[in-house]
């Protein structure tokens, strides 16, 4: 047997839409962490209810992994076209474990592999002198050193059933998805118990169908243990002693949770992939535990009309002094545009989340892309202040959605708070989220209200012109603080004034809040370094993790690189990423769009331009190779100035 | 010490147009504000944009002058967020009903328990006088440059489909019926619409007080004027939905009397229906302490700022070792 591959591979379970792709890859995420093990694994799907390909790639290691690879160890599939789309990133000595009942399959009888795809795996097949036949991809595979794993998942199924003597089992096809899984377990060696009790997990909620997949899943792991005894396989999952204070979070749910303990109680949304999840997840959830208090906390979710009712129903929901949010995807921020204004000139703390996916327009929606921050930075007619927060991983994510809850008190201003589909679709183990770790801060809000702080007329002066441009917030129903607001500009109490005199104090006011935000908010949350170096690269979101995978695998090779992972994109922290970036010689801009937002953003901001640009725009993340690739070539000098990934099926 | 209609007035200056109907709402709103005793920290006037945006201005309670079409969803946020608030949303025709009209209608399936009053004069004042959606077909108000090419909505007729609770319709003339009707809409249970004809007396030139109150149309006998105007209450006309078998019934009647339109134009509650179970009861059926532990009213952090949302449940299902 050669040597062999434990605890580090990457496996791939692929199939139609509603198939249960996501059910088997979650369990077997959950195994690999019961198991000790760290995990990072994506999804990657259509626009598309069922039927259409969908797969799910998950890094497992002995150490935290951040990011995907290109290729595949282990591709575990139930129908034909996951083996269409994917045997060509089979690694050598990797495995594909098939269906026996679907090879004779030929690629035009696959209706969802569209004519592009077809044409570039008719390419491959016609290239290697093969047929166009699902046997012939398999071929294609073998020739390379792939073992090949037949499963024959509908025998398998009716020996099932006869053995449980219930000859209705045969039919539940459904439950192939964790047949494959439990093949693919088994020739990796991986524990039988522990997998069982992730299983019993996933499915939880439904005792008899959990029982059911346990047997099921038994029953394959035994068989393909027996059959492929001898197969000599390279790779191997292990399990460890666990981390008590592991986690494996889910990034839909990331968020929501940050917004439960940040003390978010109110949130509007309209259905958006892919940042629905958010709402939905607090919805399911709108009854909260409290420590110590005797009661519970809840939070109204109201999904609304549309995006426009979604942000001015969280603007009057902030007025009262809820903290209140709206989570949405980019066209359902397009529509916010407007009255991100009316809360900016209002000073009305109100925290958007938004999850980018690939657009313009409608894009490709259910695909990752960083293409908002052009936008985000600048959306509204006319000026005013607004802060916009980037998080770049799940883990990020929960304490930052805590923190834009405090700035968006703290300076009585709209609070942008980016994530994205690569984070909201993805899975990772982790430390525990510390629900303590960061203090509630609501600014300035007056209760009582003094008669110093009256004008004139006795009203309430909301909008107080002073030395500090953060005037003390009143919330509606206050009693003896009446005030006003509203869209045109206003006077102190917060009525329609044109005068030019007061125009401009109410601007400088408004505007002088960013400049009070950028000294007090801390570095950390500006931006962060890692790593040294004369290169240096500059990105953010959730390029994060193949970015620092890329850096550990170039620094073992002796390869030193610097990273600033830019998070506060407004107001531009200038001074801190002008003096991060002082002594490095060649800066890289490494991006999830066209253009390459943040590169422009920081030569508008400090004046600094990239040398070497490395963007994506296809719709699927950045992978470890990828980065790792590019940046070699910029070492190596035969770096184009700008260099387009393109991987990803 | 009982509140007077002068606690509810601002000193703004009023820059509305002589003769404007806006003053007539205006006034129903503050004598029906003191009527009610609200007090004006417990009250919040919403405006959309417009001429009628500006009315918060000048009343004395709390006033969120938000942007074009959006005026519901700003107050229904509000009021869900703080139920113990008195929330009235007010706004133009094109408002409420142009620009604002997908809000209108899927304001009318919540039932959030607040009232909406339309300031209905069928043109665009403020941006100097366009066709607005209550405008009838081939009507030509002196700013058009054609006539109408657009047929008019029926306010009342779409507030009732949408599902609105309570629906009336006012003249800004009529300070003391209006105001009685505001009343009324506050005191309902659920969402309660008001659409009230307002002349501008510098845009509209066809819909004018002088046409509503009949100045065109003498009595040859009495050689007084005929008003278009009459009472529903007077004719004996109920719209209240006593119970749940008299809906259909109940609906059939408003859309026939919402469509009559030129020489007879009805006035007063079109339909009343409380039957129908309000947002904030929809709520307590899934949140039971959610009017007196409102969104606005807890308390999330301890006295030492820590937060006191306990996620724990949550957390220990994505504990590995589960």
Redesign the interface.
Known sequence: MEKRTTNSLSWVIGGAQGSGVDSAANIFS?AC??G?LHVFGKREYYSNIKGEHSYFTVRVSDIPVHSHINEINVLTSFDAETVFRHFEDVTPGGAIIYDSDVVKTLLSEVPTVDDHAAARIKNSLEKSGLGLSMQDALEHAKRRGVLLFQVPFFQLLQEFAQKANDPSLSKLTRMVNVMALSASMAIMDFDNDVLARAIQ?IFRAKKKVAELNVSASAHVYNYAKAKFAGSNFAYGLKTRP???N?????GS?SSA?GK????C??Q?YYPITPASDDSEFLEA?????????G??????V?Q???E???I?????????????ATATSGPGFSLMA??LG?AGINEVPVVISLYQRAGPSTGLPTRHEQGDLNFVVNAGHGEFPRIVLASGDIEESFYDT?KVFNLADRYQMPVIHMLDKAIANSVT?CQ??D??K?????GSIVRQVMDKDKGA?G?YLRFKLSDNPISPRV??????????????EHTEE???TEDPELRVQMMDKRMDKLGVALREIPDGDKAVAYGSGDVAIISWGSTKGAILDAMEKLEAEGIKIKFIQVRLMSPFPSELVKSMLKGCKVVVDIEMNYTGQLGSLMRQQTGIEWNYQIVKYNGRPMSLDEVYNAVIRIKGGDAPRRQVLKSGA | MALKLSDYK???HNDWCPGCGDFGILNAIQMALADMQV????A?I?SG?GCSG?T??FI????????HG?V???????????P??EMIAVGGDGDGLGIGA??F??AGRRNVDLVYIIFNNAVYGLTKGQAAPTLKLGMKTKSLPQPNVNNSVNPIALALVAGFTFLARGYSYDVRHLKDLINKAVAHKGLAFIDVLQPCPTYNDINTKEWFQGLDKVDPETHKAMPRMYKLEETGYDGVVHNPDEINQKMAQVIEKSNEWGDRIPIGIFYQNEHVPTYQER?TA??P??ME????A?????K????????????SD?????
Do not use: C
């Open positions: 959950r962490a019961a000790g997990f666990i981390d008590k592991m986690i494996i979070a889910q749910q949770l439960m303990v940040a003390g109680r109110f509007t959830n709108e009854i909260l535990d409290l420590n110590d208090t009661k519970k906390g809840s939070t109204v109201v609304t009309e549309d426009i009712a979604a001015a129903m969280a603007i009057g929901s902030a007025l009262t002094g809820a903290r209140s407007e009255a009316w805590i183990t525990n989220f629900p303590g960061i203090a509630i801060d609501r007329a009203n919330v509606l129903g206050t009693k003896d603080a009446i005030f006003w607001n509203t869209g045109d917060g009525h329609i | 601002t000193d703004v007090p004006p920290y417990k919040t919403f944009i500006k918060p201005h004395r309670t709390y006033g969120i002058h938000t942007l959006r519901l969803p700003f107050a229904q946020g509000a009021k869900l967020a703080n113990d608030l997908g809000h209608v899927s709520i899934r949140i302490d959610y532990n409102s969104p606005a807890q308390q999330i952090a301890d030492n700022d820590k937060p006191i949302t306990n996620i724990g449940r949550l957390l994505l504990q590995v070792d589960k």
